[in-house]
């Protein structure tokens, strides 16, 4: 059976970017926080190969306060228009400033003010208030470079387990486990 996981996530991803209307690379970032209470979430996969897989937050966010309590998340990808689910599972790891700094400067000016006006996840009292700290955010970086805000950076999720599901007739789908093991990944399959 395969050993790479890598090469056979590619060739999905590949499909499902061909095959999905949008968001190919959305997925469920599910996370806990120190007491073990799970919570649940989409984000944006901008980055991924046999290191980990990478996607953008503020650091404040729930998520943030969830990871920086407990460092161990799992993604899931469902892809419905091929029928496939991809789940991963792993401790996670904050990446240097330096990737964060390099992604942010390729995103719009206008994702680039959104970041420093969302306290993402904090209460707010109507839009207007984010409006007008978009505005305020505008005007403080008028005629420059919007820096990345500090509190904003990219996660990696190590994976330890990948598994494949696909779709079959008669509900007999298929499930291939991959399973990081000393040396290598090891492959089996599970019943559905
Ligand atoms: C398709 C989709 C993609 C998203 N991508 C991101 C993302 O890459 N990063 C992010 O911080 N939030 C993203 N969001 C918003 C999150 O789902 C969430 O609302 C936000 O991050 C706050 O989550 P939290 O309060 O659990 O930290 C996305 C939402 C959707 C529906």
């Not at 095959?19 to 649940?40: C, H, I, K, Y």
């Not at 998520?63 to 689910?85: D, I, M, T, Y």
């Not at 007739?169 to 990081?180: Q, W």
């Amino acid at each position: 059976m395969a050993d790479d996981p890598f090469a056979l996530f590619d060739a999905w991803f590949a499909e499902a970017r061909a095959a999905e209307p949008n968001d190919a690379e959305a997925m469920a970032l599910a996370t806990a926080d120190a007491d073990g209470r799970p919570s649940v979430r989409m984000v944006l996969l901008k980055g991924h190969g046999p290191d980990g897989f990478d996607f953008y937050t503020n650091f404040d966010s729930r998520k943030g306060g969830e990871l920086a309590a407990n460092p161990q998340a799992a993604l899931l990808f469902h892809w419905k228009s091929l029928r496939r689910q991809v789940r991963i599972e792993g401790p996670v790891d904050l990446l240097p400033a330096a990737t964060a700094d390099s992604y942010f400067a390729t995103r719009g000016r206008d994702s680039q003010l959104g970041a420093w006006a969302s306290d993402q996840s904090r209460p707010l009292a109507d839009r207007e208030t984010f409006e007008a700290r978009y505005d305020t955010m505008r005007d403080r970086f008028a005629g420059e470079d919007v820096p990345r805000p500090p509190r904003w950076g990219c996660f990696r999720v190590i994976p330890e387990r990948i598994e494949f599901w696909s779709d079959r007739p008669h509900r007999l789908h298929e499930r291939r486990l991959f399973t990081r093991a000393a040396g290598g990944w090891t492959e089996g399959l599970l019943y559905p």
